[in-house]
């Protein structure tokens, strides 16, 4: 059997992607991921999605909309895409178990925020840590202090971003030097409510599920001392890796991964279409990625018709 469209991915991008091409029949089938559902799972209350007056939670949103996709037939595999064959037409697209053929691809995959990597941070991660400022900013409104990780462009953005609502940002950074932009440096340290540590790395975050988080405990490289920063939040802004590995060579990525698209949600194959993270390195929103699963579908869409048609 070969299917009309296979989307890969189920977070917001894929499962409204999903919504669309299966409300006008286009039976889609859904490679969700061996976890489905996308970095909305890694998150508490989602207060800035339009339609939820009082905030959903994010597992909930996803939920919400995984039952809309399969409302109107969406069929849905909890697997991971290993590898895609875009050169001959229908397009392959394997996982480890089996081969789908199908005319039209839509990828969703997003990305994952990088993590420092030590056990606190996932205990707290959605309470208290966050990997998204934009998201997560105003909820430590009146806060005395946030640490913000990074060193880069997002790190600066992220600081002076969430001056807005706390009395001080300190940076925690690994090195003497940001590599972020000077405009952004120039701006991050002239900001009087962002203070910098050089030179460290946070080795542990603070707090129990009681208290929610207190500080970093944190290490000086250069003279190996250690020393505790209180803060009421951490914010990581060290970068973002996005799931593409499976198409390096088959589509163009450019030098972090990252799916170039035109049009948003065009590649250069007709056919095989873009939605959400996985090709957003800007706005990185629930919405944004509904949006341009929405828009993928509608060209999906266009190219399912164009191409039936032509072939009657
Ligand atoms: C902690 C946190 C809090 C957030 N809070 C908010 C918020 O309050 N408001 C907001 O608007 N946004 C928020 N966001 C951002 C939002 O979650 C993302 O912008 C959005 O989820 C991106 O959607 P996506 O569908 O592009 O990708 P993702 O949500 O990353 O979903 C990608 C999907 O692809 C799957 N996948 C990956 N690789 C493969 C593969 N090889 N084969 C098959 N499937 C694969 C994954 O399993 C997953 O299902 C938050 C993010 C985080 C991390």
Redesign the pocket.
């Known amino acids: 059997m070969v299917e009309n469209v296979i989307i890969?991915?189920?977070?917001?991008?894929?499962?409204a992607a999903a919504i669309y091409t299966a409300r006008e029949g286009f039976n889609p089938l859904m490679?969700?991921?061996?976890?489905?559902?996308?970095?909305?799972l890694?998150?508490t209350?989602?207060?800035?999605?339009p339609g939820f007056p009082d905030g959903v939670q994010?597992p909930e949103l996803i939920d919400r909309m995984t039952k809309q996709a399969q409302k109107f037939g969406t069929r849905m595999e909890n697997?991971?895409?290993?590898d895609v064959d875009f050169k001959s037409k229908p397009f392959k697209v394997k996982t480890a178990e089996k081969t789908y053929e199908t005319y039209a691809v839509i990828i969703?995959?997003?990305?994952?925020?990088k993590t420092l990597g030590i056990p606190s941070e996932m205990e707290h991660?959605?309470r208290g840590v966050?990997?998204?400022a934009t998201?997560?900013g105003a909820f430590f409104k009146g806060k005395d202090n946030v640490v913000v990780v990074g060193g880069g462009d997002t790190a600066m953005e992220d600081s002076n971003f969430l001056t807005r609502f706390v009395k001080q940002v300190t940076i925690v950074h690994r090195r003497d030097a940001f590599r972020a932009s000077k405009i952004m440096q120039d701006r991050t340290l002239s900001n009087p409510k962002i203070k910098v540590v050089w030179n460290s790395s946070v080795e542990e975050i603070l707090g129990t599920d009681a208290t929610g988080v207190t500080g970093v405990r944190i290490k000086n490289l250069v003279t190996n001392e250690v020393s505790t920063i209180p803060a009421q939040g951490v914010f990581l802004a060290i970068g973002y890796t996005p799931?593409t590995k499976?198409l390096t060579g088959k589509l163009q990525l450019d030098g972090q991964g990252y799916l170039i698209t035109k049009e948003e949600v065009l590649t250069d194959i007709p056919g095989v279409f873009v939605?959400?993270?996985?090709s957003?390195k800007f706005y990185?929103?629930?919405?944004?990625?509904a949006g341009s699963?929405i828009k993928a579908a509608l060209h999906a869409r266009e190219y399912l018709q164009s191409t039936q048609s032509s072939q009657k």
């Open positions: 890969i991915g189920s977070g917001p991008a894929g499962l490679l969700c991921g061996a976890i489905a559902g996308g970095q909305l890694l998150t209350a989602v207060e800035n999605m994010g697997v991971d895409v290993v969703a995959t997003g990305a994952n925020a991660m959605g966050s990997t998204c998201c997560d799931n499976f939605a959400g993270d996985v957003d990185r929103q629930a919405g944004t990625a699963g």
